[in-house]
Structure formats: structure tokens, C-alpha cells
């Protein structure tokens, strides 16, 4: 089987982080973004990934390189030269999705990340005889999104509703769908939005189903979403008795830490702390609701929350840090600063308090 | 020594990528050194001033950002200037000091009599020869271009005092908390190879002092700076302020404008004072222009070939258009800078911004900065392939790459 994962451009909404590296190579819960789909297609038995983006490839392909020896699949590339929609970009890559056995392929969205119950999902979308499904997921506020209003009983589409003003259904596609090859024929190269354009027409043909995503789903595109997609994510690895969570009298709630970590003596971490290889996290730190990348040093008696560290950085002594603080690589926060918000660009030092959000370029 | 032996080796230190985030967003695009001034890149204002010396054999570039981005940039020049330039890359900083001797043997493989040093992020008028005419009769190891400022902005600087007759440099410290002088270095330096034995002499006093570890708790509590490591010599505090007074180093005082380009919005101010100069040393690269055949012309102005400008825009004063540019018609454009395939379409008005490669400005939209060189969002900067749409409006901003603008902002840093 094959899949397309959508990535889209330069991912400037994450930005300080993905002024260091594109977006799907952006780590969550310790692995890079787009391993946590690219791993959970290959348990499906997806044999080619095909990467839909609107930049340069070239920093991207060392590191799929790496994936495709590790996990023993292909991972291609697919560049836009014009930005061609949400939809525009399958027709471009048609050649690769295609191979004749008949298989309906995955299209993701890269920033989404759940459980990815793939083989429900294929298991649904046989039984239907449908053409295309997706996954849709329940939000509390409807009316910001795109609602899918669909059947009860069978899961079939009735139509899409673009935020609407009435209450018509709380659910929401999430990003996630499994498609027949005779999808692309209604898709022409140029841009072209799948939700407006393309399902809204399969619905009316009565071909489109929808299925609600078990277990968690967010859109971690931007850093607030981010900080809550690594909750969420930690407790679905808790609801399965993950033994990777880590445990010990210095551990609160829901925590990550990777095997090359130094955890220091009369630390306190957690709830939903995520520590990336090779980090040093000296004595007497807290850390609670924060992402910590590979290669930080968190000094003695800092505080860390509701926040992320870039790769490579330093947190001083006693230093404190908040409330969305994000770090960009190698960024050096002195002894005793405290930070409140502040956005840093990568390779600063922040030598004086930050007491107001602000970016610090 | 005969003037027949004298050969000249220029020197000019551009830094590298992790120094100086001050330039941002534009570093994040380009290297500081290759940013555009008056339309042409900021070292070669430096490189061009190097023609004026006599018997110049050699130009160095060091710093240490990667070959490849100076690649184009060195081998063209050498060609146009018929001086081979080299770009030499530092595995890491060594200090101007300390970049300087580690590439001693490079530097004195032509043997030179003299040589130049210059901070690729000074904007000045470089009286290079002049200069060098005034070191030969003083006869130290090195002498330095200085000139007044104002009292209170002296302490950024490395204040000196010079003498009055001698013009000896008699006392130099870096950025003083008191006023010691209004008289500050340039940056800009002449000397003899011996400064090369100065700067060893340092590395020696280091070793040694490092030898006798002993440092006793007062001595520990008084060297309050960040440790450097031995190998990181710098110019101003370690090597020329212990030599002041010693007959070895003295000034050269110029009186045109300088500034350093530290930040995007001094870069927009320096390349207005390079195209102020250009109407004396180069007057046939200012554009001019009366609204009929050509767009209306005001101030100094630099356009290049391939820009395209509508004879209704009016453009002016302290204006450059880069490669590719289109002004349709009706624009207005006072105090900036275009770069490189911006398209600013019709009615469309820019003032005292940086516009980058690539973006565009929609109609009757308006960009816009206060025009404060100094303040952090004192000029608004829009980064490459920025789209401002139809009348936004966008104030004291700084926009970074890739970005779309749907609605107007103001007093904004946008990610």
C-alpha cells in the first residue's frame, strides 16, 4: 500500500524551531514529527511514503535516507513548484500512488498526530465499499472548523459545513483518509482544495463515509497546540501501560525521558515532561508541561514550564521559565533569568529577564 | 625601505554566521557582508577603497562562514579588480587579533610592507592612501583611523587619546564606563609585519600565565569576564592598548562620515551615506529621472539595469532597487531598500524599509517605518518572499520569510 503524507511549506508557524530544521523533522515525544506516521503506516503494511512538500528537499533527504535503512520503507519526495491546495498536490504525485493492484492509499496531514488506528480504518473502508473515508474527530468548538455532518448508523457523508453558525454537528475532519485510486481522476493538476472541492462531490454521490478517530487527535502545527498534543500523546502511552514512561519517586504524572538523559539527584518532573537524548538535567530542577530537546543542559535548581527547549540549549541556575517560553537551537539562557513568553531565535544569549512575552530575534 | 619594495596586502574581517544576530531577519538570508549598500554588497564598498592604495598585490577576506557562500562573490571581483581576492575561513573565532595571526602565513607570502586591516561593518570613506602616506612618515608598527563623536555616544565604542602634535596614540580602552575621550576607533588599521610579533608576544604572556596556575581567590574574583580561550586574541584590548604610549601605534583622524552597520536599520542609513558618496566618486551610478521618459528622480538614487520602474513612480531620496525589480505605476518610494526581484505594484507606497527578495507589495498598500536606525522596530524589514496584500498596511514591523500579510499590522515581530 501507499501513503502521502501533506507538508506543506516552511512551517512558520512553529517557528523558532523550524528555522532550524523543516517541520516534519521537528522532534515530539522524542522522535522526529513525521517518524511517529511514518511508523505507525509501515505496521500496516505500507511499502512507499510519499512526502508532498512546497520547498527544497535537499535538507530533508539525508535524514529519510536514515528512516528508509532503519524501517525498511521508501520514503519519496514530491515538490510543488506552485502551491497546488490541499488536493492539488495527490494529482502531482498520481505516478507514485498508483500501481495498479487497485489498493486505496492514506493521505495524512503531517501536522496531525492520534493514534493512527490504520487498520480500523482500512478494515471501515472495506466493509463499506465506499470510496473514499475519513477520519473525523469530536471538538467541543465545532464552529471554528470545517464540520463533517454524517449517518449515525453507517458513518456515510452528508455534506461539509465551513464554520458553520448553528449547531449542525461537533465533528471535525481530522486529517486523516484512506482513498480509492479512482479518487485521482477527480482531481485535476493545478490548486485545488480537497475539502471544498473533492469530498463535498463524492458525498453528494453518496461515496463517502466518515469514522470517528479513536483516542486522542490534535494539530500540533503551532506551539500552545504542541505543549497540549504532548499531553495528550503521554497519556495515550499511559492508557497502554507503556513501559517507555518513565517512573520513580522524582516523577509526577505523565513523563518521557529518553535512555542517554541524566536525570540529577532532587529533581521533581512532571506531569507531561518529554527529555530528548543526551539531555543533562542537573540537580534539583522542576520541569512540568515542557518539551526538552536532544543536547540541553538544564543547570541546578532551575524551573522549567509550559515550555520548549530547542536542541542544544542551556537553562541556567535557578533560572525560571514559562508560561510559552520557546527556545530556538542553541539558545543560552544565563544564570537567574527568569522568562515569561519570550520566543528566541536560535544562538542567543538571554543575559536579562524577560517579563513580558516577546520574541527576541 | 624603498618604495620599490613596497607591496600592500589588504585584509578584511567579515565574521561569520553564529556572531552578531543583530542582523536579523536579513541574516537569516544572506550573509551580513554580502547585503546590498547603495547596490552593491556591503564588503565591497571595503574591497573597492583597497584600489585606491598603491601597489595592492593581495585582498584576504576571513571570517567564518562556509566557502561556498563567498565563492561567486570573490572570484568575480578578482576578475573585475584584476587583484586576486581570497576568502580564508576560520575553523572558529579567534578574535580579529587572533584571525589576523592565524592566517600570518598567507598574509605574508608576498611579502608585504604593509598591511591593511579593515571591519567589513564599517561604513566610511576609507582614505586608505592617505592613510598609508601618514603611517610611512610616523614610522611605528600601526596606525589607526579614528574620529570624533559625540560625548555620550563615545562609551560604545574604544575610546582613545591621541597626542596633538605626534599624533602618537597615547591611552585606548574598549568601551569605558566613564568618558575617557570623544576620539574612537574606527576599525580601520595600518601596519608593518611586526604587528605579528605583537600578537605572539600575547599568546606567550598567556602561556605562561596559564603555567602558574595559581591564581589566588582575589585574582579569581577580579577576572569578573567570561573566560577566553588562549588562542582568542583581540585587536583593541589585548594587543594595541598595551602598546599605547610606547611610540609604536598613532592615529589617523578622518573627518567624513562613519558609522558601523550593526543592525538592518543602520544598513538602510549607510547606504544612504554610500550613495550620497557615489555623486562624487561614481556620480555615472545614480539614477536621475524627470516623470517622462523615466520615473521622476529625487535625491541619490541607485537603480540597477535590470529593474523595471514606471515613468509615473517617484523615487527618492536614498533609494536602491535591486537585480530584477518592478515599481509599477504611481509608486512611491522614499528611504529604502529593494531587493532582488520585488514586484511593488501599482500606487503602492514604501518608506524608510528594507524590502526582501522575492515579496511583493500589493496595491495602494503602504510599508512603512518610523526611520530610527537605532530602535529595534525603528524601520519595518520584510523578509524574503513576503506578500503584502492589497492596501495593508504595515508599520514599524519586522516580518520574517514565507510570510503572507491579510490584514495591516503595527509595532510588530512576525514569525
Redesign the interface.
Known sequence: MKALILVGGFGTRLRPLTLSVPKPLVDFGNKPMILHQIEALKEVGVTEVVLAINYQPEVMLNFLKDFENKLDIKITCSQETEPLGTAGPLALAREKLIHGSGDPFFVLNSDVISEYPFAQLIKFHKSHGGEATIMVTKVDEPSKYGVVVMEEGTGKVERFVEKPKIFVGNKINAGIYLLNPSVLDRIQLKPTSIEKEVFPKIADERKLYAMVLPGFWMDIGQPRDYITGLRLFLDSLRKKASVKLASGPHILGNVLIHESAVIGEGCLIGPDVSIGPGCVVEAGVRLSRCTVMRGVRIKKHACISSSIIGWHSTVGQWARVENMTILGEDVHVCDEIYSNGGVVLPHKEIKSSILKPEIVM | MGSSEERVVAVIMVGG??KG?RF??LS?NVPKPLFPLAGQPMVHHPISACRNIPNLVQIYLIGFYEEREFALYVSSISHELRVPVRYLREDKPHGSAGGLYSFRDHIMEESPSHIVLLNCDVCCSFPLEAMLGAHKSYGGIGTMLVIKVSAESASQFGELVADLETKELLHYTEKPETFVSNLINCGVYIFTPEIFSAIEDVFKQRKERANLRRVSSFEALLSATKALPADFVRLDQDILSPLAGKKQLYTFETLDFWEQIKTPGMSLRCSGLYLSQYRHTSPQLLASGDGTKKATITGDVYIHPSAKVHPSAKIGPNVSISANARIGAGVRLISCIILDDVEIMENAVVIHSIVGWKSTIGKWSRVQGEGDYNAKLGITILGEAVDVEDEVVVINS?V????TLTVSVQEE?I?
Open positions: 554566521p553564529t544576530t536579523r531577519p537569516l519586522v520574517l520569510p514565507n510570510k515581530i514569525l
